[in-house]
Structures are given as structure tokens and as C-alpha cells.
């Protein structure tokens, strides 16, 4: 699928507006030329496409992981600042479950090195 009918159709299967998308993905990018460029009837370059792209995916991922977490919340997604709150919210806390898994792995790690190298002078003796 080209870059125009995936921003597109992302577009419509969200329910947000070409607005809010243009306002997220920032400078550069205002909603007259993106509305434009979706119609057919203009260019945008290849670093603002990629920028609408990472804009809609990560709006998706934001909406997957609230729609699991709070199903029945309803969100007012015309707000662009409330918006990208939102999902530096989620980005953060992934990161932060991340940084506790990363934690937790390495706590892990040391008590399994502890109990092997306990184990390996226990042999020796």
C-alpha cells in the first residue's frame, strides 16, 4: 500500500482528523498541504512522509494499549496537545516497564551468578 492511502485510510479507521495528524507530525506540515497530498494533488517530502507515518503509528499504538488497559474510556482526540501528552504518556510508560524488566532480568542474572559461583567453590573444597 503507498504511503498516501495507508495515512489515509489510518486516518479514517482512527476517527481523527487530518488537523490533529498535521498538527502531531509538526513543523512543515499543515493540514491545507496534507489534505492536498492525500487529494493527489501535491508532493510532501519523503522526511515528512515518514513523520506522518511514525505519527499515525504511534496514535495507533497509543489507542491499542488504552483500549486494553481501559476499555470502556472514551477519549476526545480533537485536543493535539492533550494528544501528544497522551501518547508521551504511553511511550513512557513502556519505557519504564521496560527499564523494570531490564531490572528485574539483571537481579535475576546476579543471584543466578551468585548461586553458581557459591556452587563451584563448594566443589572445589
Known amino acids: 500500500m503507498d504511503p498516501r492511502t ?7 479507521e482512527l476517527k481523527v482528523t487530518r488537523s490533529l495528524i498535521a498538527t502531531l507530525a509538526g513543523e512543515g506540515i499543515h493540514r491545507p498541504d496534507l489534505a492536498n497530498w492525500l487529494n493527489g494533488h501535491g508532493e510532501l517530502s519523503q522526511k515528512k512522509i515518514a513523520r506522518l507515518l511514525t505519527v499515525i503509528a504511534d496514535l495507533e499504538d497509543t489507542l491499542k494499549t488504552i483500549g486494553q488497559e481501559f476499555p470502556l474510556l472514551e477519549l476526545n482526540l480533537k485536543n493535539p496537545i492533550f494528544v501528544a501528552r497522551l501518547i508521551a ?9 521496560v527499564q523494570m524488566e531490564i531490572e528485574e532480568l539483571a537481579r535475576i542474572a546476579s543471584r543466578g551468578l551468585e548461586a553458581s559461583s557459591s556452587l563451584t567453590e563448594q566443589r572445589e573444597i
Do not use: A
Open 6 to 12: 495507508l495515512v489515509d485510510s489510518k486516518i479514517r
Open 89 to 97: 504518556s504511553v511511550k513512557q510508560q513502556r519505557l519504564n516497564g
